[in-house]
């Protein structure tokens, strides 16, 4: 590898939830091909999508990369190297490796993604811009080694920044009665979209089922539901959970009640949960340990027992979440042990009910009348 060119393709920073006939996504691809043809190297690096979508393809098509990994405080070498390999499907022999430590930048942690890029930049012999934001870190770099390095022009592309639109409009006042009246006596779990793999899933498949995809993204609450019904598994997260305790989260509002709280979630871009839905009859859920999560003032959790600290929420500052009567259940929720007779399934409109039948033999209901 040491006699190679190497090569890095740009872009900056992207929105959420891309799709494979996103402009960038094919022109990086195509950028990334133009480099192996030319027997390059090509750098990579984790932690922004833009570097990790040539890191995937690379990995996808077995080329010679080198990988630049920002070690964060508490991070090691060898569980950096580690994640990356088995995440990113890496053979050994066609990867290098170059760290860069907190030690090496300056003394904000947020320092070091701008280093990285210049460690990139510098170490490249051509550079392939993709798509770059006017006016933002990435073009000032390029104006940095301007006359210094190979830029080949011919892949860019116009830079769009903002994310793929998710917000659903969900009218409470749609909401089928006979629905909520079938789920009386059920906790249920919703889902929604993910702009990052989904739990147990490793970021090549993420990226795979990214570059894929044609006019959806591949991560969104619809599809979340049909892989949890493929695996008949609900898998735990961290997310808004106590680290140490990954959960799956059940609430035991009715859906007419449960719509009202399906809000666009600015701060996050995301929504607090969508219309798609797994419900466990309420007696199987407590034979299954789906307890009653319980709300309360942050300083009471160091007074709590053991067992009790799974379950206890913050009763929240910038949101109240005691309207979500939330359950939980710690770890992931195997559903192979729940009869089907016990178990039904909620999508938001009468024409999803097909896809999901043809995963689910039980019932399936529809949000909307």
């Not at 570097?51 to 630049?68: G, N, V």
């Not at 929240?316 to 770890?331: A, D, L, N, S, V």
């Not at 007779?341 to 999508?347: E, F, G, H």
Request: glycine content about 6%; charged content about 30%.
């Amino acid at each position: 590898m040491e006699n190679r060119p190497k090569a890095v393709i740009l872009n900056s920073r992207q929105g959420r939830r891309p799709v494979g006939i996103d402009p960038w996504i094919v022109s990086t691809a195509r950028a990334v091909q133009a480099a192996s043809l030319r027997g390059c190297t090509i750098l990579t690096s984790v932690g922004i999508s833009g570097f990790e979508l040539p890191l995937f393809l690379a990995a996808r098509d077995k080329l010679s990369q080198k990988i630049f990994i920002p070690l964060g405080r508490g991070e090691t070498i060898p569980a950096m190297q580690k994640f990356c390999s088995e995440q990113f499907c890496l053979v050994e022999e066609t990867v290098e490796w170059r760290v860069i430590e907190i030690g090496e930048s300056a003394n904000d942690p947020r320092d070091l993604p701008l280093r990285r890029d210049r460690l990139i930049l510098n170490e490249a012999d051509i550079v392939y811009p993709v798509s770059i934001r006017p006016g933002g870190n990435m073009e000032r770099l390029l104006f940095d080694i301007s006359g210094q390095k190979i830029v080949e022009d011919s892949f860019r592309v116009p830079y769009q920044a903002a994310p793929r639109h998710i917000k659903l409009e969900i009218e409470p006042q749609k909401v089928n009665r006979e629905t909520d009246a079938l789920l009386d006596n059920y906790l249920i779990h919703w889902t929604k979209s993910s702009h990052t793999p989904w739990p147990g899933e490793r970021w090549y498949d993420y990226y795979e089922a990214v570059v894929k995809s044609i006019e959806t993204y591949p991560r969104s609450g619809l599809d979340t539901l049909c892989r949890i019904l493929e695996e008949r598994k609900i898998r735990a997260s961290i997310r808004h959970h106590r680290k140490g305790f990954p959960a799956v989260a059940f609430s035991a509002l009715k859906p007419s009640e449960a719509a009202g709280l399906m809000q666009w979630r600015a701060r996050f871009q995301e929504m607090t949960f969508e219309p798609y839905g797994i419900a466990v009859e309420r007696k199987s859920a407590a034979e299954a340990g789906i307890r009653k999560v319980f709300y309360g003032h942050p300083d009471m959790y160091r007074y709590l027992e053991d067992e009790y600290r799974p379950y206890f929420q913050n009763i929240g500052t910038r949101g109240f979440w005691m309207p979500e009567k939330e359950y939980r259940h710690i770890g992931d929720f195997d559903l192979k042990k729940i009869p089907n007779d016990k178990l039904m399934v909620i999508v938001w409109r009468e024409e999803e009910k097909e896809k999901i039948s043809d995963l689910f033999g039980g019932t399936v209901l529809s949000l909307y009348r």
